[in-house]
T-cell receptor, first 114, second 114 residues
Framework: NAGVMQNPRHLVRRRGQEARLRCSPMKGHSHVYWYRQLPEEGLKFMVYLQKENIIDESGMPKERFSAEFPKEGPSILRIQQVVRGDSAAYFC????????????FGEGSWLTVV | AQSVAQPEDQVNVAEGNPLTVKCTYSVSGNPYLFWYVQYPNRGLQFLLKYITGDNLVKGSYGFEAEFNKSQTSFHLKKPSALVSDSALYFCAVRAKGIDDKIIFGKGTRLHILP
């Protein structure tokens, strides 16, 4: 059973470009979470999605950031018009269900904005 | 709102000695508590979790954690540290609710000295 798959692992974008990060959850998992980790900092919650629904996006910046988890295909975290401050590691995690279920993380996507 | 505190940024322990990484939490209702470990440039790996039942939870790589409801703590422990235990450790809490996300502490860097 493959784990949570994230791609690309490393992405370099120039300021003003768009970044798209993809996450395929573990097989059978319908809950997806995105977190951001800045160097030497902890994990910041961004968004929690279930298939076709955004459940909690309280951690998402109001502008330029969006996320989706369509019925078919991976979850996508999209950052428009990237700025240097967006440089970070973005982690996706998935879970079978809620509450007591463990969430499992992917290896992360490292975004560098130049 | 739920929160997690890891009061120590860094913990240094000599190889072979017991180690403790501290975590306290605040949540409405029953807490579901987790520990994860992160090695450099990698995603988070699940170590153990407390859902209900026995307050002492055993996990991967010889780690264990003790849930203490009165002190709202969930400290991570290991009887004898290994150099390979050196990593970044995250405590996390989740509570059943509308916003069913997992909140992470800021992390504690564990250094095991040979």
């Amino acid at each position: 059973n493959a784990g949570v798959m994230q791609n690309p692992r490393h992405l370099v974008r120039r300021r003003g470009q768009e970044a798209r990060l993809r996450c395929s959850p573990m097989k059978g998992h319908s809950h997806v979470y995105w977190y951001r980790q800045l160097p030497e900092e902890g994990l910041k919650f961004m968004v929690y999605l279930q298939k076709e629904n955004i459940i909690d996006e309280s951690g998402m910046p109001k502008e330029r950031f969006s996320a989706e988890f369509p019925k078919e295909g991976p979850s996508i975290l999209r950052i428009q018009q990237v700025v240097r401050g967006d440089s970070a590691a973005y982690f996706c995690a998935s879970a079978l269900g809620t509450t007591g279920n463990t969430i499992y993380f992917g290896e992360g996507s490292w975004l560098t904005v130049v | 709102a739920q929160s997690v505190a890891q009061p120590e940024d860094q913990v240094n322990v000599a190889e072979g000695n017991p180690l403790t990484v501290k975590c306290t939490y605040s949540v409405s209702g029953n807490p579901y508590l987790f520990w994860y470990v992160q090695y450099p440039n990698r995603g988070l790996q699940f170590l153990l979790k407390y859902i209900t039942g026995d307050n002492l939870v055993k996990g991967s790589y010889g780690f264990e954690a003790e849930f203490n409801k009165s002190q709202t703590s969930f400290h991570l422990k290991k009887p004898s540290a290994l150099v390979s235990d050196s990593a970044l450790y995250f405590c996390a809490v989740r509570a059943k609710g509308i916003d069913d996300k997992i909140i992470f502490g800021k992390g504690t860097r564990l250094h095991i000295l040979p």
